[in-house]
């Protein structure tokens, strides 16, 4: 890997502060936890061990943010896409149950951590809509309120009028939303993820992409090209790019991995009169009929990324290269 690292162009990188300067990994190095990849999943996991006193080191092929976590849509959502809490629970019995309450918690658990570590990532925790775009679906979005509110989530239903206002679009029946979701600049996010681990003890080498894992007694080992990690425990945190620098990482989990195509698309700053009318609560937005998605960023005001089909972090660096992006002027 080269010392300076491509960024896929992308709104997030064309207005996100540097993150910070980090090594590569140089020789052989001991933690008790490695964590192979420093995107949200990698970075989350870390802070919590080194806020907990583990010693914790980050191993990651480019840099922090560099993968999906630095390149999505920015959508806190507190919700899932399809299954309800009752299937889930049904399905998984007690591990469901706790994923249920892990993601009705999740939006917050975002926007608390932000809050902890001072991190500055364009937060608004100004809700999260979705929008029904038939009569029909309405009785999806009270089935969708009913579960939630049920495990404690603060959700609410929306009636035409109310979305009306929201939007500042008659192009919707209704719709259901929960107060605890937003959105934040993900690339500031991961970047500011990372500063928490290094302030919390935690290592973070950049640069380094492993190359293979491997057990040896009690002990994991993680090779790159300048140097070895032994730790007791290993979290292989590389998502959608598990293949990508090495097909000698996790061939198995590479191999499930489904490039989706994207687009993102960003306008210049709204007047002050657009913004009155469009989301003037500036609340997070999502419709999945038209293909549209909305945040919103100080910069682009409002944006529009659509995916042809939702499939979070399924996106190679080279679905990318096709991608259209227009950042803020
Ligand atoms: C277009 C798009 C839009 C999305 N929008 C949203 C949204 O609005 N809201 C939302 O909640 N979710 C969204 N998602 C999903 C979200 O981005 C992902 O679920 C999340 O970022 C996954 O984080 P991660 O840390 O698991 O993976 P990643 O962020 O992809 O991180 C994996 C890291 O592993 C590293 N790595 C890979 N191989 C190696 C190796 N051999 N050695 C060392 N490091 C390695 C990579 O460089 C990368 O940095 C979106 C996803 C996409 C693709």
């Known amino acids: 890997m080269p010392q300076k690292v491509d960024w896929p162009s992308s709104l997030w990188a064309a207005v996100t502060p540097e993150g910070p300067i980090l090594p590569c990994i140089d020789g052989n190095i001991t933690a008790d936890v490695i964590v192979i990849g420093a995107g949200f999943t990698g970075l989350s996991t870390a802070l919590h061990l080194a806020r907990s006193g583990v010693d914790v080191a980050v191993v990651e092929a480019a840099e922090p943010g560099w993968g999906a976590s630095g390149r999505n849509n920015g959508q806190v959502i507190p919700t899932l896409t399809r299954p309800e809490p009752d299937d889930v629970v049904r399905r998984h019995g007690a591990a469901g149950e706790r994923l249920v309450h892990l993601i009705r918690d999740c939006a917050q658990i975002l926007f608390d951590t932000a809050r902890e570590e001072s991190i500055d990532c364009e937060a608004e925790q100004n809700g999260w809509v979705q929008p029904v775009h038939s009569p029909g679906r309405m009785k999806i979005a009270e089935r969708r309120v009913a579960q939630w509110a049920k495990v404690g989530a603060p959700v609410s239903l929306k009636s035409r009028e109310e979305m009306r206002a929201i939007t500042g679009s008659d192009n919707w029946f209704g719709g259901w939303g929960n107060t605890t979701g937003g959105h934040i ?145």
């Open 185 to 329: 600049n993900p690339l500031a996010l991961a970047r500011g993820l990372a500063r928490a681990v290094l302030k919390h003890g935690g290592r973070i080498y950049a640069r380094s992409p492993v190359d293979t894992i491997e057990r040896g007694g009690a002990y994991w080992f993680a090779r790159t090209a300048t140097g070895t990690v032994k730790g007791r425990a290993l979290i292989l945190a590389t998502n959608a790019y598990t293949g990508e620098f090495s097909t000698r990482l996790a061939p198995r989990i590479a191999r499930q991995v489904v490039p989706v195509f994207s687009w993102q698309l960003a306008t210049s700053p709204l007047s002050d009169n657009v913004r009155k009318t469009i989301i003037p609560e500036r609340q997070d937005f999502i419709s999945r009929a038209t293909m549209l998605e909305t945040g919103s960023s100080p910069e682009a005001q409002f944006y529009s990324p659509c995916a042809a089909a939702s499939a979070c972090s399924l996106t190679s660096p080279h679905a990318w290269k096709g991608c259209f992006h227009k950042s803020a002027q």
